[in-house]
Protein backbone atom coordinates (compact mmCIF):
# COMPACT_ATOMS: atom_id res chain seq x y z
CA UNK A 1 0.00 0.00 0.00
CA UNK A 2 1.60 3.74 -0.66
CA UNK A 3 -0.27 5.58 1.95
CA UNK A 4 -0.78 9.18 0.83
CA UNK A 5 -2.02 11.86 3.57
CA UNK A 6 -3.98 14.95 2.28
CA UNK A 7 -3.76 17.85 4.65
CA UNK A 8 -5.76 20.39 3.27
CA UNK A 9 -6.99 23.16 5.58
CA UNK A 10 -10.94 22.67 4.39
CA UNK A 11 -11.46 19.13 3.25
CA UNK A 12 -8.54 16.49 4.23
CA UNK A 13 -8.64 13.31 3.39
CA UNK A 14 -6.61 9.87 2.67
CA UNK A 15 -5.68 8.40 -0.65
CA UNK A 16 -4.12 4.69 -0.90
CA UNK A 17 -2.72 3.11 -3.58
CA UNK A 18 -2.45 -0.35 -4.44
CA UNK A 19 -4.48 -1.18 -1.68
CA UNK A 20 -5.46 -4.67 -2.32
CA UNK A 21 -2.54 -6.97 -2.32
CA UNK A 22 -2.52 -9.74 -5.41
CA UNK A 23 -4.30 -12.08 -4.08
CA UNK A 24 -7.01 -10.28 -2.63
CA UNK A 25 -7.44 -8.41 -6.01
CA UNK A 26 -8.15 -11.16 -7.72
CA UNK A 27 -10.55 -12.42 -5.49
CA UNK A 28 -12.60 -9.47 -5.26
CA UNK A 29 -12.61 -9.23 -9.08
CA UNK A 30 -14.14 -13.01 -9.38
CA UNK A 31 -16.95 -11.42 -7.43
CA UNK A 32 -17.35 -8.40 -9.29
CA UNK A 33 -17.54 -10.21 -12.59
CA UNK A 34 -20.53 -12.63 -10.80
CA UNK A 35 -22.30 -9.71 -9.43
CA UNK A 36 -22.00 -7.72 -12.96
CA UNK A 37 -23.86 -10.80 -14.89
CA UNK A 38 -26.51 -11.48 -12.05
CA UNK A 39 -26.96 -8.49 -9.46
CA UNK A 40 -26.50 -5.38 -10.76
CA UNK A 41 -29.57 -2.71 -10.71
CA UNK A 42 -30.53 0.69 -11.58
CA UNK A 43 -29.88 3.26 -8.99
CA UNK A 44 -33.14 4.39 -9.93
CA UNK A 45 -34.51 1.70 -8.36
CA UNK A 46 -32.87 2.54 -4.68
CA UNK A 47 -34.80 5.63 -3.19
CA UNK A 48 -31.95 6.66 -1.22
CA UNK A 49 -30.38 8.37 -4.38
CA UNK A 50 -33.20 10.52 -4.74
CA UNK A 51 -33.19 14.30 -3.41
CA UNK A 52 -36.00 16.64 -3.61
CA UNK A 53 -38.18 14.02 -5.89
CA UNK A 54 -34.59 14.35 -8.16
CA UNK A 55 -32.32 11.21 -8.63
CA UNK A 56 -29.00 12.06 -7.54
CA UNK A 57 -27.34 10.08 -10.29
CA UNK A 58 -27.11 6.96 -12.94
CA UNK A 59 -25.14 4.14 -12.62
CA UNK A 60 -25.33 0.61 -11.63
CA UNK A 61 -25.53 -0.94 -8.23
CA UNK A 62 -26.09 -3.55 -5.77
CA UNK A 63 -26.10 -3.48 -2.02
CA UNK A 64 -24.12 -6.28 -0.20
CA UNK A 65 -25.57 -6.19 2.92
CA UNK A 66 -28.64 -7.55 1.46
CA UNK A 67 -27.19 -10.01 -0.57
CA UNK A 68 -25.19 -11.70 2.43
CA UNK A 69 -26.40 -12.77 6.04
CA UNK A 70 -23.47 -11.68 8.61
CA UNK A 71 -22.23 -15.11 8.48
CA UNK A 72 -22.19 -15.45 4.77
CA UNK A 73 -20.00 -12.16 4.46
CA UNK A 74 -17.36 -13.82 5.88
CA UNK A 75 -17.08 -15.78 2.82
CA UNK A 76 -16.79 -12.52 0.69
CA UNK A 77 -13.51 -11.02 0.04
CA UNK A 78 -14.73 -7.72 -0.54
CA UNK A 79 -16.24 -8.21 3.05
CA UNK A 80 -12.43 -9.15 4.43
CA UNK A 81 -11.02 -6.68 2.75
CA UNK A 82 -12.42 -4.32 5.39
CA UNK A 83 -9.75 -5.74 8.00
CA UNK A 84 -7.45 -3.75 5.59
CA UNK A 85 -8.83 -0.85 7.73
CA UNK A 86 -7.20 -1.42 10.84
CA UNK A 87 -4.06 -1.32 9.29
CA UNK A 88 -1.53 0.31 11.15
CA UNK A 89 -0.32 2.62 8.36
CA UNK A 90 -4.01 3.53 7.67
CA UNK A 91 -4.42 4.90 11.01
CA UNK A 92 -1.05 6.51 10.55
CA UNK A 93 -1.78 8.13 7.74
CA UNK A 94 -5.54 9.36 8.90
CA UNK A 95 -4.11 11.28 11.85
CA UNK A 96 -1.73 13.04 9.91
CA UNK A 97 -4.45 13.73 7.10
CA UNK A 98 -6.92 14.90 9.76
CA UNK A 99 -3.82 16.57 12.10
CA UNK A 100 -5.10 20.09 11.26
CA UNK A 101 -8.99 19.87 11.38
CA UNK A 102 -10.59 21.82 13.89
CA UNK A 103 -12.63 18.74 14.05
CA UNK A 104 -11.25 15.47 15.99
CA UNK A 105 -11.65 13.22 12.81
CA UNK A 106 -9.68 10.29 13.47
CA UNK A 107 -11.13 9.77 17.22
CA UNK A 108 -14.35 9.42 15.22
CA UNK A 109 -13.05 7.21 12.81
CA UNK A 110 -11.34 5.15 15.18
CA UNK A 111 -14.05 4.19 17.06
CA UNK A 112 -16.70 3.46 13.97
CA UNK A 113 -18.02 -0.29 14.73
CA UNK A 114 -20.05 -1.39 11.71
CA UNK A 115 -19.84 -0.56 7.69
CA UNK A 116 -22.29 -1.22 4.83
CA UNK A 117 -20.99 -2.30 1.60
CA UNK A 118 -22.85 -0.89 -1.92
CA UNK A 119 -20.98 -1.95 -5.03
CA UNK A 120 -21.28 0.50 -8.02
CA UNK A 121 -20.57 0.32 -11.80
CA UNK A 122 -20.63 2.71 -14.23
CA UNK A 123 -20.84 2.96 -17.94
CA UNK A 124 -21.49 5.29 -20.88
CA UNK A 125 -22.81 8.73 -19.59
CA UNK A 126 -23.63 7.88 -15.62
CA UNK A 127 -22.61 10.28 -12.68
CA UNK A 128 -23.24 11.00 -9.67
CA UNK A 129 -24.91 14.47 -8.41
CA UNK A 130 -22.98 16.20 -5.16
CA UNK A 131 -24.28 14.61 -2.70
CA UNK A 132 -23.50 13.83 1.11
CA UNK A 133 -23.75 10.18 2.67
CA UNK A 134 -25.51 8.58 5.80
CA UNK A 135 -22.72 7.76 8.08
CA UNK A 136 -19.60 8.86 9.49
CA UNK A 137 -16.74 8.05 6.92
CA UNK A 138 -17.17 7.07 3.25
CA UNK A 139 -14.60 4.45 1.91
CA UNK A 140 -14.07 4.46 -1.83
CA UNK A 141 -11.98 1.57 -3.73
CA UNK A 142 -11.75 2.23 -7.55
CA UNK A 143 -11.37 -1.12 -10.05
CA UNK A 144 -11.25 -1.05 -14.04
CA UNK A 145 -10.43 -3.58 -16.23
CA UNK A 146 -7.20 -2.42 -18.20
CA UNK A 147 -6.22 -0.87 -20.80
CA UNK A 148 -8.46 1.61 -19.67
CA UNK A 149 -11.50 2.61 -21.40
CA UNK A 150 -12.92 5.64 -20.16
CA UNK A 151 -12.63 9.18 -19.76
CA UNK A 152 -14.08 11.07 -16.55
CA UNK A 153 -15.07 9.34 -13.44
CA UNK A 154 -13.02 11.16 -11.18
CA UNK A 155 -14.50 12.09 -7.43
CA UNK A 156 -15.22 15.61 -6.79
CA UNK A 157 -15.16 17.68 -3.30
CA UNK A 158 -17.30 20.73 -2.93
CA UNK A 159 -17.77 23.12 -0.31
CA UNK A 160 -20.85 24.34 1.69
CA UNK A 161 -20.05 27.80 0.25
CA UNK A 162 -19.76 26.75 -3.83
CA UNK A 163 -21.85 23.24 -4.54
CA UNK A 164 -21.52 23.45 -8.26
CA UNK A 165 -17.80 24.30 -8.73
CA UNK A 166 -15.77 21.13 -7.15
CA UNK A 167 -13.12 22.63 -4.64
CA UNK A 168 -10.82 19.70 -5.15
CA UNK A 169 -10.82 16.59 -7.67
CA UNK A 170 -9.41 13.15 -6.98
CA UNK A 171 -8.31 11.18 -10.08
CA UNK A 172 -9.84 7.54 -10.60
CA UNK A 173 -6.63 4.94 -10.18
CA UNK A 174 -6.92 1.15 -10.76
CA UNK A 175 -6.79 -0.23 -7.15
CA UNK A 176 -7.31 3.41 -5.38
CA UNK A 177 -8.72 3.97 -2.29
CA UNK A 178 -9.80 7.11 -0.57
CA UNK A 179 -11.46 8.20 3.24
CA UNK A 180 -13.43 10.60 3.74
CA UNK A 181 -15.75 11.80 6.13
CA UNK A 182 -19.08 11.07 4.90
CA UNK A 183 -20.13 15.03 5.26
CA UNK A 184 -18.44 15.98 2.73
CA UNK A 185 -20.05 17.18 -0.50
CA UNK A 186 -18.89 14.95 -3.18
CA UNK A 187 -19.77 13.46 -6.24
CA UNK A 188 -18.50 11.54 -9.98
CA UNK A 189 -18.04 12.98 -12.76
CA UNK A 190 -20.14 11.91 -15.81
CA UNK A 191 -18.05 8.96 -17.68
CA UNK A 192 -17.45 8.56 -21.26
CA UNK A 193 -16.18 5.37 -22.95
CA UNK A 194 -13.99 5.44 -25.01
CA UNK A 195 -14.42 2.30 -27.07
CA UNK A 196 -18.08 1.25 -27.05
CA UNK A 197 -17.39 -2.03 -29.54
CA UNK A 198 -15.73 -3.23 -25.98
CA UNK A 199 -19.27 -4.63 -24.35
CA UNK A 200 -17.93 -6.60 -20.95
CA UNK A 201 -18.07 -4.31 -18.14
CA UNK A 202 -15.25 -1.87 -18.95
CA UNK A 203 -16.36 0.60 -17.00
CA UNK A 204 -15.71 2.19 -13.67
CA UNK A 205 -16.47 -0.19 -10.57
CA UNK A 206 -16.62 1.45 -7.13
CA UNK A 207 -16.78 -0.87 -4.10
CA UNK A 208 -17.82 1.79 -1.01
CA UNK A 209 -17.93 1.18 2.73
CA UNK A 210 -19.87 3.39 4.80
CA UNK A 211 -18.50 3.20 8.47
CA UNK A 212 -20.70 4.31 11.41
CA UNK A 213 -21.21 4.17 15.21
CA UNK A 214 -24.12 2.78 16.90
CA UNK A 215 -23.94 3.17 20.84
CA UNK A 216 -26.21 -0.49 20.97
CA UNK A 217 -23.92 -2.20 18.78
CA UNK A 218 -21.21 -1.14 20.93
CA UNK A 219 -23.41 -2.35 24.41
CA UNK A 220 -23.81 -5.53 22.54
CA UNK A 221 -20.07 -6.45 21.30
Not at 204 to 221: M, P, S, V
Given at each position: M?I?P???K??P????D ?9 G??K????YS ?18 F ?9 N ?5 S ?5 LIFKG????K????H ?5 S???S??D?Y ?8 S ?5 Y?ED?H ?7 S?H?T??IW?Y ?5 FI???L????K??K??PY ?6 N??M?II?SFY?HG?DEL??I????KDKW????I ?5 YD????Q?Q
Amino acid sequence: MIIQPVKDKLLPHLVVDDFYDKYLLEGVWKELDFYSHTQMQSVHENTTAIIDGKFVGDKMAIPMNDVYTQSGATRSLIFKGTDLFKHEDIHDGLRESFSESPYDLYRYFSITNYSDTLISYYEDKHYYNPHIDSCHFTILIWLYKTPKNFIGGNLNLYTKQNKREPYSSIEIKNNRMVIIPSFYLHGVDELKVIDDSRKDKWGRYAITHFLGYDEKRRQNQ
